[in-house]
C-alpha cells in the first residue's frame, strides 16, 4: 500500500485519519500526550504571566497549587465531524475545555472562543495559550507522522547515558521520539563521549610530562633539582624523581582543595596521613626533600572515602 504524502500542520481530517490506524495503546498514549502537554502549557503561561518562576523539576500540581486561578481540568475531544458537547453559552463543540477556579470554586464547561468572556483572562494570556497550543499540535502531528511511515526509535546507540523515563514510556507505547527529543540525547551522548576523551588526553599529558620529568632528572645536575626520599626515615632505597614545589602544586593543587573542602569527612584512620600531607608541602615549599611517591600514595588512599574523581 502507497503512503499517502501528508505534510504538517495536519488537518483535523488527516489526524482523524492516521488516529484510525493507531493501536489502542498508541491512541491512549496520544490521548494523554496531548492533554497533559496542553494542561502544563496552560499552567506555564498563567505562571510566567503572574512572576512565577517555572522550573523543569515542577509537575502539575505544583504549578497549579504556585498559579492558584484558572486550572484546565481537561480537554474533551468528540471526534473528526462531531460535536457532542456543549458549551456554556449554548454552542455545540467538538472541544471542550473544562477549566475550574482554585479560589472562588467555579467550574466552566466551554469552547475557545468563550475562554476569554468567562475566565476574564486576558486576550494576551489566551493568545498566549493558544500559540502553546499549536506548539503541542505540532508535536501531535510530527508523532502521527512517524507512526504513519513506521519509524521506530533505537535506543541501543545510547546505552552510555541514562534515558529519561518519560521517553522509556513513550517507547514502551510504540510511540516513536519527537526530534527534538533524540536531539536532546545526542546532546548528552556527545558531551558524555567529549568528557571521557578530555580524561583520556589529561591522562595521557599527565604520563608524557611524568616521562618528561624523568627524561629530565637524568640530564640535570643534582644541583639544580630537588630529590626526594621517604618522610619517615627508612633503610630501603627509593627512586628518585625532581619535581619541584611549583611542579607539586601544580599537578595536585586542584585535588588538595578538593579533599580541603571535604577536611571534616577524613575518617579518623586517615587523619594521619592528612597531616602527613600537608608537611610534605610545607616542606617541598622551604626546597627540602620529600617523598614524591610517598606524597601521591597518601593523596590516593584520602581520595576514595571522599569520592574524589
Not at 271 to 300: M, N, P
Amino acid at each position: 500500500m502507497s503512503l499517502r504524502n501528508f505534510h504538517t500542520p495536519l488537518t483535523e481530517a488527516e489526524v482523524d485519519e492516521i488516529y484510525q490506524l493507531l493501536t489502542p495503546k498508541q491512541r491512549k498514549y496520544m490521548d494523554a500526550f496531548t492533554k497533559r502537554s496542553k494542561k502544563s502549557k496552560w499552567l506555564e503561561v498563567l505562571a510566567l504571566k503572574k512572576g512565577i518562576i517555572v522550573t523543569k523539576d515542577m509537575d502539575t500540581e505544583q504549578l497549579a497549587e504556585a498559579v492558584n486561578d484558572w486550572i484546565l481540568v481537561e480537554i474533551l475531544d468528540g471526534g473528526y465531524g462531531n460535536r457532542p458537547f456543549r458549551c456554556e453559552c449554548g454552542m455545540p463543540l467538538r472541544y471542550q475545555y473544562i477549566v475550574t477556579h482554585k479560589k472562588q470554586n467555579k467550574t466552566y464547561k466551554l469552547g475557545e472562543t468563550c475562554l476569554g468572556n468567562y475566565t476574564r483572562l486576558t486576550p494576551e494570556i489566551i493568545r498566549d495559550i493558544k500559540k502553546g497550543f499549536h506548539t503541542i499540535h505540532l508535536e501531535r502531528d510530527e508523532l502521527l507522522l512517524k507512526i504513519y511511515r513506521g519509524e521506530k526509535t533505537d535506543i541501543k546507540e545510547f546505552a552510555e547515558i541514562e534515558i529519561p523515563q518519560s521517553y522509556l514510556e513513550q517507547l514502551e507505547h510504540d510511540i516513536p521520539l519527537l526530534d527534538k527529543q533524540l536531539q536532546k540525547l545526542y546532546d548528552q551522548l556527545h558531551a558524555k563521549r567529549r568528557e571521557r576523551l578530555q580524561k583520556q588526553c589529561q591522562e595521557e599529558r599527565e604520563r608524557l610530562r611524568e616521562i618528561l620529568y624523568q627524561s629530565r632528572q637524568r640530564r640535570t645536575s643534582k644541583s639544580y633539582s630537588v630529590s626526594y626520599y621517604s618522610y619517615h626515615s627508612s633503610p630501603k632505597t627509593h627512586s628518585h624523581l625532581c619535581i619541584s614545589y611549583e611542579e607539586l602544586i601544580e599537578r595536585q593543587l586542584n585535588e588538595l582543595k578538593q579533599i580541603r573542602a571535604k577536611e571534616e569527612l577524613i575518617p579518623a584512620g586517615l587523619r594521619k596521613d592528612w597531616d602527613i600531607i600537608q608537611d610534605i608541602v610545607r616542606a617541598a615549599k622551604r626546597r627540602e626533600e620529600f617523598d614524591y611517591s610517598r606524597f601521591k600514595l597518601l593523596l590516593s588512599n584520602l581520595k576514595i572515602p571522599l569520592r574524589i574523581q
